[in-house]
């Protein structure tokens, strides 16, 4: 069932809408229905992180192949920012804004803002919430979850059952404030942030390892009654000093030798930092320590500073 969640009137007789697509049992009755435990999968924050779509789309077409193993409510959400998606812009377009900073919004706002509130108003009370980022388009990530430090007693166990590679528990101070998760799990309901995959791409691979999480999940919480997978074990960092960074020390073009999700050794080549200009290496990029590349430099042009990958310590990787 299509519902809108909220709209604006737009100039020249234009909305823009915030959808979703509510699935539910077939056949049970209206008061069981509010008694059903409810998932929200929300994605498209980001008009350039398009891994989400293709996770929303597969959920719904294996749930559609075994419907009368649905026992709880669906909410996908596949485009919080309709116009950024089609216009391939990260933000709002027009407005500069960063759809993950206006949360959780207000009523009484500009247009922004009163969408905003809408969303979690509509979401609020789910028994959980997945909400689904890629990278940007410079860097790959591994499928991963990031966690508040503040509600990780709560949402580790969730976030074990999504079979993804990596969880990853910030330091509070790290957290924005007006971010839709941070938003959500301030007021009690429980919401995991996904990233995974590029920018402006489908990793198919990682798409269908989370679908395969997100239908562990339900059945965890009782919403999905079919046969799930055994969730992949995580790896789990707690503490800040368990990731590098790898940082350019110069402007060039990155080259990467290093494949992404692998072991390293320290001192091995990650990349090298190049001048086409004229045919030489500036820099050879190294393992500061051992551990997994979990992060890697995906658009080649660089500026001193830029982020170029991390790696997770090797023995919080190999536990």
Avoid at 162 to 180: G, R
């Amino acid at each position: 069932m299509i519902k809108t969640v909220t709209k604006v009137a737009l100039p020249v007789d234009e909305v823009l809408a915030i959808r979703k697509n509510r699935i539910e049992p077939e056949g049970m009755d209206k008061k069981l229905k509010k008694k059903c435990k409810r998932i929200s999968i929300v994605t498209g924050t980001h008009g350039d992180e398009l891994e989400g779509q293709f996770v929303v789309y597969e959920l719904q077409r294996r749930i559609r192949e075994n419907p009368d193993l649905l026992k709880g409510i669906v909410d996908i959400y596949p485009a919080m920012n309709p116009l950024g998606i089609d216009s391939i812009t990260r933000g709002i377009p027009a407005f500069d804004l960063d759809m993950n900073r206006l949360f959780p919004g207000n009523i009484e706002g500009d247009m922004t803002e009163y969408l905003a509130a809408g969303i979690i108003d509509d979401v609020k009370g789910s028994d959980a919430v997945v909400d689904i980022h890629a990278s940007n388009i410079y860097l790959t990530e591994i499928p991963q979850i990031r966690i508040n430090e503040l509600h990780q007693k709560e949402l580790v166990p969730m976030a074990e059952q999504c079979n993804v590679d990596f969880i990853w528990v910030h330091s509070n101070a790290t957290v924005l404030e007006s971010t839709f998760a941070y938003s959500l799990n301030s007021i009690g309901t429980p919401t995991l942030v996904v990233e995974m995959g590029v920018g402006m791409r489908i990793t198919k691979e990682y798409g269908n390892q989370l679908v395969d999480g997100l239908l562990c999940l339900m059945k965890h919480l009782g919403i999905w009654e079919g046969e799930v997978i055994s969730p992949r074990k995580p790896m789990i960092s707690t503490d800040w000093t368990d990731v590098s960074y790898l940082n350019a020390s110069t402007g060039g073009l990155f080259v990467q030798t290093a494949k992404h999700g692998r072991m390293l050794k320290q001192g091995e080549v990650v990349g090298e930092i190049i001048d086409p200009l004229e045919g030489k290496v500036l820099d050879t990029v190294k393992a500061p320590t051992d551990g997994l590349l979990f992060t890697i430099r995906e658009y080649p042009i660089v500026d001193e500073g830029s982020l170029l990958g991390r790696l997770l310590a090797k023995e919080v990787a190999e536990k």
